[in-house]
């Protein structure tokens, strides 16, 4: 299960919001080791593509850098889809390199008439996909 704060929940979906037509991509950082998500990292789409996003190479390694110059790890690795459902897609599961992560993905896209946009959480290890309960909190307790 994905446990995050509300503010962190917003945020993602107002970069998925304010990036649309084109895909939003980021990262959501936390203390190594813990599994809570704290520090909210929106970054470029290299790609700037409505149906496909990249980290810029330079941008990512600088957020590796700072990671484990603060002692943390990618807790969420997050992404929009656009136009379609938020659901890993083929060429979202070979960029899934993080076992460890949280892969959000939000839908700008009206797919379900459940309003305009869909948050859903996955772990993708081996190319293997497992949706996962989120449970959004005020703080962490």
Same mark, same amino acid.
């Given at each position: $299960? ?9 945020? %993602? +979906?107002?970069?998925?919001?304010? &990036?649309? #037509? &084109?895909?939003?991509?980021? +990262?959501?950082?936390? #203390?190594?080791?813990?599994?809570? #998500?704290?520090? /909210?990292? =929106? $970054? ?5 593509? =409505?149906?496909?996003?990249? /980290? ?12 484990? &110059?603060?002692?943390?790890? =990618? ?9 379609? @459902?938020?659901? =890993? ?26 309003? #305009? ?6 772990? %993708? ?7 996962? @309960?989120?449970? %959004? ?5």
């Amino acid at each position: $299960m994905l446990t995050l704060t509300k503010a962190l929940h917003d945020r %993602i +979906v107002e970069h998925a919001r304010q &990036d649309h #037509p &084109d895909e939003a991509c980021g +990262v959501v950082a936390g #203390p190594a080791g813990s599994g809570r #998500p704290e520090r /909210f990292i =929106p $970054m470029l789409n290299a790609a700037r593509s =409505p149906t496909f996003y990249e /980290f810029d190479s330079a941008d990512l390694l600088k957020l590796y850098r700072e990671m484990d &110059d603060r002692d943390e790890e =990618p807790v969420i690795v997050y992404h929009s889809h656009t136009a379609t @459902e938020a659901y =890993p897609s083929r060429t979202d599961l070979t960029y899934a390199n993080e076992p460890g992560a949280h892969y959000v993905l939000v839908s700008t896209a009206d797919t379900d008439d459940a309003g #305009p946009f869909q948050f859903r959480s996955f772990r %993708i290890v081996g190319g293997e996909v497992t949706e996962e @309960e989120v449970r %959004i909190v005020e703080s962490y307790a």
